[in-house]
C-alpha cells in the first residue's frame, strides 16, 4: 500500500514564527488532506487539496502531485496552533485514506 | 453542517463485557469508516462501508464488528476485548473519495 512519511517529526517553535511541514507519499493520489489534531483527539479539516495551492487565514498548503508531496505552511504561528498534524492522501483508484506518520507541533509564548 | 457525531465520548468496559460505539452523520455522505488510534501514532484503519455494505475490512480480529443499520449510522460492537484494543476509536464520512470529516472519537479503555 502507499506509504506516507511526514518531516520533521518533532517541531518547537516559538511564538510568532513560521514553518513548513512536508508530506512525501509513495504513490499517485486522488486527493489528499491535512488535519490538526487537538489535544482532546479531535481531528480539525485544515486542507481538503487534491493539487495546487490553498489559502486559510495564517495557513496555506500546496499539493504537487505528479513529484509526490504536499506541504503545509503556517505563518505567525500562535500557542493554539500546537497539537499534531496530519497529512492524510487517498489513493487513486482507493476508498482509503491514509494517514502519515505525523508531525508534533509544539508552539511556546 | 459538516458534523460527524460519535457516542459515548469514553467508555470503560471490562474483558467479559459486550459494548456498542456510535457514529452519526446527516452531510448525505454514502462512505463512512471506522479508524483505531493507538497513543502517538497516526489513525489506522479498520473498516469501509460503501453505500450501507462492507467494502473493507483491513483483517480486523472478530472481537470488533461493524454494522451500517442506514445511511446516517454506523455501529461498531465490541466482545470480548484485550487491554491492548484500548485506543481512540474515529468515526469519518466522505461523499465517495471526497473529503472526510471527522467525529471527535470515543476513547476506550479495556480493564
Known amino acids: 500500500g502507499i506509504q506516507v512519511e511526514q518531516s520533521p517529526p518533532d517541531l518547537i517553535l516559538q511564538e510568532g514564527a513560521n514553518s513548513t511541514l512536508r508530506c512525501n507519499f509513495s504513490?499517485?493520489?486522488?486527493?489528499l488532506q491535512w488535519f490538526h489534531q487537538n489535544p482532546w483527539g479531535q481531528l480539525i479539516n485544515l486542507f481538503y487539496?487534491?493539487?495546487g495551492t490553498k489559502q486559510n487565514g495564517r495557513l496555506s498548503a500546496t499539493t504537487v502531485a505528479t513529484e509526490r508531496y504536499s506541504l503545509l505552511y503556517i505563518s505567525s504561528s500562535q500557542t493554539t496552533d500546537s497539537g499534531v498534524y496530519f497529512c492524510?492522501?487517498?489513493?487513486?483508484?482507493?476508498?482509503?485514506?491514509?494517514f502519515g506518520t505525523g508531525t508534533r507541533l509544539l508552539v511556546s509564548p | 453542517d459538516t458534523e460527524v457525531t460519535q457516542t459515548p465520548k469514553h467508555l470503560v468496559m471490562g474483558m467479559t463485557n459486550k459494548k456498542s460505539l456510535k457514529c452519526e452523520q446527516h452531510?448525505?455522505?454514502?462512505?463512512m469508516y471506522w479508524y483505531k488510534q493507538k497513543a502517538k501514532k497516526p489513525p489506522e484503519l479498520m473498516f469501509v462501508?460503501?453505500?450501507?455494505?462492507?467494502?473493507i475490512n483491513e483483517s480486523v480480529p472478530s472481537r470488533f464488528s461493524p454494522e451500517c443499520p442506514n445511511s446516517s449510522l454506523l455501529n461498531l460492537h465490541l466482545h470480548a476485548l484485550q487491554p491492548e484494543d484500548s485506543a481512540l476509536y474515529l468515526c469519518?464520512?466522505?461523499?465517495?473519495?471526497?473529503?472526510?470529516?471527522f467525529g471527535q472519537g470515543t476513547r476506550l479503555t479495556v480493564v
Open positions: 469519518a464520512s466522505s461523499q465517495a473519495d471526497t473529503e472526510a470529516f
Open positions: 504513490d499517485s493520489v486522488n486527493n
Open positions: 487539496i487534491p493539487s
Open positions: 492524510a492522501p487517498r489513493n487513486t483508484g482507493f476508498q482509503k485514506l491514509v
Open positions: 452531510m448525505g455522505h454514502r462512505a
Open positions: 462501508y460503501s453505500y450501507e455494505k462492507l467494502s
